[in-house]
């Protein structure tokens, strides 16, 4: 996943540095478009607004938001419902309180072992129903307010842009020129161009690959519930693999369910 995030930085970035030079017809035009107080004003004013926005510890981790869209890993939920079926057939064939053995096998999948532990455990499935939709309905609001700070940033930044152009057009009529005018019109407008780049390469594709992962993380954690309860409930593994399978798009179910 982090790997489609780098290709796609550099290719976005690139064409826009390709787009300069053969529309300029030389590198030397990218100096152009290089102007230190036009990215204060994009970047500095699109935090000093989010501060405004948020509490300032999420600014602070910042840093740990924005690595996940480079870092975070897919769980494969054709692996998760294999491990699920493997935990049925052992709960069928040894009985449910066989599984408290097996826990260090599914340690990788936190809310599977949360809910193998509370079945083992004698809760009701009413209730290790209700504790992991729970827990997954906080991961998903926190990853809904993680994405509204990067999708905050890629709204702030456009408008930041504007104002720097205004600024720019300001300070340039006040000291109008015709042998300037040119020069300093361009410079007016660059802010404005690193506030739509910014936004439209970097923000909000930041919040767009935030909410993927959530929505792919949120299917693999329904898929997981599911499955704890019909091992609960003592399910046929059978079925119960070919329940946990209809959560998948027919692309990804092994060949044999397609012809099914």
Known sequence: MGIANIIGSILGWGLVVV???VVGKGFDKILLFVDIPSVFIVIGGSLAACLVAYPLATILNMHKIISITFTA???DPLQVI??????????RREGLLSLENHMDEIDNNPL?????RMAVDGMSPEVVESIMNIEIDSVNARHMFNRSLLGSLGKYAPA????????GLVVMLSNLDPDTLGPGMAVALITTFYG?????LTFLPWADKLSFINDAELQTMEITLKGVIAIQSGENPRIIKQKLLMYLPQSQRPEETEDA
């Open 112 to 116: 599977l072992a949360t809910g193998i």
């Open 196 to 200: 739509a780049l910014m936004a439209n």
């Open 19 to 21: 787009a300069i030079v």
């Open 82 to 91: 294999e491990q699920i079926v493997s935990l049925s057939e052992t709960a």
């Open 160 to 167: 930041f842009g504007m104002m720097g152009t205004v600024v």
């Open 73 to 75: 890993k897919d769980r």
